[in-house]
């Protein structure tokens, strides 16, 4: 009995925790939300687990991440893997030897994300590479609509045509200056993750990048 409760004493107050947390942009979801219309539209998706993960392709650290996570790591720019296990997500490719585990938030899991992190480094092991729990470092803005890709390009410095940047695609890149990862998620609707210290400004571009639009039936 005396186990049970102390499991059940953990799980409150990692809940209560959890409830604590402030997104970046928590203050001005009312404003973003505001801004947008019938072909653009801006929001934070906050509380995202992002875990880093470093290894070379092919190597060993490679073999017992893709061995954890059931599908190979991205081998190029601009792939996005999908995984499973040990949860349900996405891996971005950041660079030859990098990579970004994308998920959902953890209050809506029983695995923390230094839990998650602490298993893929085991995966790891004792081999050149790392699994570093970096969820607080990136939020995520979400901008949605027919006229998004638009947007995007008053703010980036790659091509981000559809012909050139399709559905399920993300790259690590310059979104308004300042350092931020762009996934295309669907036909109209792309996650901006700029860091935290950032998110400010991305979504002072954004804005005034959508005034052109927000208004347009």
């Not at 953890?106 to 480094?121: F, V, W, Y």
């Not at 981000?160 to 609707?189: K, M, Q």
Request: negative net charge.
């Amino acid at each position: 009995m005396a186990d049970n409760t102390a499991v059940s004493q953990a799980e409150v107050s990692r809940q209560d925790v959890l409830s604590l947390r402030r997104s970046p942009l928590a203050e001005r979801a009312a404003e973003l939300d505001a801004a947008g219309g019938p072909r653009v539209r801006l929001r934070e998706v906050p509380f995202r687990t992002q875990i880093s993960l470093r290894a070379e392709p092919g190597g060993p650290a490679a073999d017992g991440l893709e061995k954890v996570l059931g599908a190979p790591l991205p081998r190029k720019v601009g792939q996005v893997s999908e995984v499973e296990a040990p949860v349900t997500g996405y891996v971005l490719w950041f660079g030859p030897d990098d990579f970004l585990l994308v998920a959902g938030d953890e209050a809506e899991r029983e695995l923390s994300c230094s839990a998650l992190a602490g298993i893929l480094a085991e995966a790891v092991g004792e081999h050149r590479g790392q699994a570093v729990d970096l969820s607080g470092n990136r939020t995520v803005l979400e901008l949605t609509g027919p006229n998004a890709v638009d947007v995007l390009c008053r703010m980036v410095e790659v091509d981000v045509h559809p012909d050139f940047f399709p559905v399920g695609s993300a790259i690590l890149t310059l979104v308004a200056g300042s350092s931020a990862a762009l996934w295309r998620t669907d036909e109209d609707s792309y996650w901006i993750m700029p860091r935290a210290s950032f998110a400010d400004h991305t979504a002072n571009w954004l804005l005034d990048a959508m005034r052109e639009f927000a208004d347009r039936p």
